[in-house]
C-alpha cells in the first residue's frame, strides 16, 4: 500500500507546538503515514562565512543571521524524542532528514521507522556509512540535483553494506516550488527500471503545486508519496508555498488510496457489478438487449 508522508520539516517556525499542531492534523485530518522533521547541527554543517551571513531572503529570515536564522528553526534531540512520542500518540509515525554526522547519530538513537537522506547530503557517505553500520530501520534517499551516475553510487554503496534492500530510493527536483515541465515524472520510471530489483522501493518527493502528478507518480510506480505540509501557505518561510494545506494533503491522501484500489487488472472477463447491466443492455446474437 502507497505511504504518504507529510513533511512537516522546517515550517513549525521553530514552535513545539506548532509542530505538534501539525502531526495532529496530519494524523487524524489528513490520515497521512508519517510526519517528517529536519535535524541539523548547523555549527557543524554550515562555513563561519554563510553562519555569520545574512540570509538570503531577508523577509524569510527568523534571525539577524542565516546561522541564527537556522538555529532559531531547530529542535533539539530531547525535543525530537518528545515530537517521536507525541507522533505515536497520535497514531502516525515519526521521521527526520538528517543532513550532518551529529544529527545522524542523535537521530539514529531514537531509532525511528526511516530516515530520510535530504538531496543536498546524498554524497555525504561518511554520514550514509555511520547509518548504514548503526541504525537498523530503512533509509530513505532522494534523488534531486543528482546526475544519474551519482544516483549509481548510492544504491551500489548500500549494495556493498548489504543495505539496499532498506533502501528507498526518491525520484525529487529540488525546487521551491517547482513548475509541472520540471517534475520529470517519467525518472520514477527510469528508476524502477535500474533498481526496483535492486532497493526496497521507489518513492517520490514533490515540490509543486496541487496534487495531480502526485497520483500520476503512483501510476508510474513510486510506493511513497512525500509532500510538504504546512497549515497555512502565507505563513512566513521557504516551504510554505510549495507546501500542501491541511484540505489539501487530506485529498491527496484519499485520492492516492482512491486511485491505488483502481491500479488493477479484470480478475475476471466480466465483473459481478457488470453481470447485471450485461444481461440488461448488452446485445447478444440470438438475444434483445433491453434498455
Not at 495532529?24 to 554550515?46: G, I, P
Not at 547530503?121 to 537498523?136: M, P, R, S
Not at 517519467?186 to 496541487?210: M, N, Q, W
Amino acid at each position: 500500500m502507497v505511504k504518504v508522508i507529510a513533511e512537516i520539516g522546517c515550517n513549525h517556525m521553530g514552535q513545539m507546538d506548532v509542530a505538534k499542531e501539525l502531526i495532529s492534523v496530519a494524523a487524524h485530518v489528513c490520515k497521512a503515514d508519517y510526519a517528517k522533521f529536519q535535524k541539523r547541527n548547523n555549527r557543524e554543517l554550515l562555513p563561519p562565512a554563510q553562519y555569520n551571513a545574512p540570509h538570503p531572503v531577508p523577509a524569510n529570515s527568523y534571525g539577524d543571521t542565516y546561522g541564527a536564522h537556522r538555529e532559531a528553526l531547530e529542535f533539539t534531540v530531547d525535543q525530537h524524542a518528545e515530537l517521536k512520542a507525541f507522533c505515536e500518540s497520535q497514531g502516525i509515525g515519526y521521521s527526520t532528514s538528517v543532513w550532518d554526522m551529529t544529527s545522524a547519530r542523535e537521530i539514529a538513537n531514537l531509532k525511528p521507522d526511516n530516515i530520510k537522506i535530504p538531496s543536498a547530503t546524498n554524497l555525504n557517505y561518511e554520514l550514509q556509512g555511520f547509518l548504514a553500520e548503526n541504525y537498523e530501520g530503512e533509509i530513505h534517499v532522494s534523488t534531486g540535483m543528482t546526475t544519474k551516475g551519482e544516483i549509481e553510487s548510492v544504491v551500489k554503496f548500500y549494495e556493498e553494506r548489504g543495505r539496499a534492500k532498506d533502501l528507498v530510493v526518491y525520484s525529487c527536483t529540488s525546487g521551491y516550488p517547482v513548475p509541472f515541465e520540471d517534475i520529470c515524472l517519467r525518472e520514477i520510471e527510469t528508476l524502477k527500471d535500474r533498481y526496483a530489483d535492486r532497493v526496497k522501493a521507489i518513492g517520490f518527493s514533490g515540490h509543486h503545486l496541487g496534487i495531480a502528478a502526485d497520483v500520476a507518480a503512483l501510476a508510474l510506480g513510486a510506493e511513497w508519496v512525500e509532500r510538504h505540509f504546512t497549515l497555512d501557505r502565507t505563513w512566513k518561510g521557504t516551504d510554505h508555498a510549495a507546501s500542501l494545506e491541511p484540505d489539501g494533503m487530506r485529498r491527496l491522501v484519499r485520492d492516492l488510496h482512491n486511485v491505488e484500489k483502481a491500479l488493477t487488472f479484470k480478475a475476471k472477463d466480466v465483473l459481478d457489478i457488470e453481470e447485471v447491466q450485461r444481461k440488461k443492455l448488452k446485445w447478444q446474437p440470438g438475444l434483445r438487449a433491453v434498455s
